[in-house]
T-cell receptor
Framework: GEDVEQSLFLSVREGDSSVINCTYT??????LYWYKQEPGAGLQLLTY?????DMKQDQRLTVLLNKKDKHLSLRIADTQTGDSAIYFC????????????FGAGTRLAVHP | DAGVIQSPRHEVTEMGQEVTLRCKPI?????LFWYRQTMMRGLELLIY????????DSGMPEDRFSAKMPNASFSTLKIQPSEPRDSAVYFC???????????FGEGSWLTVV
């Protein structure tokens, strides 16, 4: 079945850029998503990218999609301590219905 | 706009008790999802409703779990009887039809002792 994989941990210094990577297996995926989960909170939609796009930028966030390699990345510019959270990559599939397949999440730690 | 609203936010119950989790989707959304999050298994889809009708319940763990959506603005997830291994965060989410972004509630944090 479909699978989404992410590295589990990332540590960066405040002010640096963070890059969180994700790979997925479903080559027919239409939408790919990034969600953020802060401690004790729910999942907050950060951004998404449609499969016919290579890049999407939204303020400090840049999403890159390499459809050939089925690789998705989330870059956070000027990372702040408030960005410390778990970031989930999710494969939205081909529609029909939104059965999101989530990765295990990448825990981002931002240190001074 | 109010997001997806879940209750209770936290519940601690004894093994064998019935647990009922509640969800109010975003107004106008016609797709509703129940997810479970655990350390071991991550995020798992339990059940999906479209226009109040269960479409896919293949993720429901066993007969102890049941979900209903009596109308467009309310859904419940019930566990009877509860077991310690049911301890998890249960998320409700909704979207405006298929192929659209899914928005999550804050979750119900369940501990079964």
């Amino acid at each position: 079945g479909e699978d989404v994989e992410q590295s589990l941990f990332l540590s960066v210094r405040e002010g640096d850029s963070s890059v969180i990577n994700c790979t997925y297996t479903d080559s027919s995926s239409t939408y790919l998503y990034w969600y953020k989960q802060e401690p004790g909170a729910g999942l907050q939609l950060l951004t998404y990218i449609f499969s016919n796009m290579d890049m999407k930028q939204d303020q400090r966030l840049t999403v890159l999609l390499n459809k050939k390699d089925k690789h998705l990345s989330l870059r956070i510019a000027d990372t702040q301590t408030g960005d410390s959270a778990i970031y989930f990559c999710a494969d939205g599939g081909t529609g029909g219905y939104n059965k999101l397949i989530f990765g295990a999440g990448t825990r981002l730690a931002v240190h001074p | 706009d109010a997001g997806v609203i879940q209750s209770p936010r936290h519940e601690v119950t004894e093994m064998g008790q019935e647990v009922t989790l509640r969800c109010k989707p975003i107004s106008g959304h016609n797709s509703l999802f129940w997810y479970r999050q655990t350390m071991m298994r991550g995020l798992e889809l339990l059940i999906y409703f479209n226009n109040n009708v269960p479409i896919d319940d293949s993720g429901m763990p066993e007969d102890r779990f049941s979900a209903k959506m009596p109308n467009a603005s309310f859904s419940t997830l019930k566990i009877q009887p509860s077991e310690p291994r049911d301890s998890a965060v249960y998320f409700c989410a909704s979207s405006l039809g298929t192929g659209n972004t899914i928005y999550f509630g804050e979750g119900s944090w369940l501990t079964v002792v």
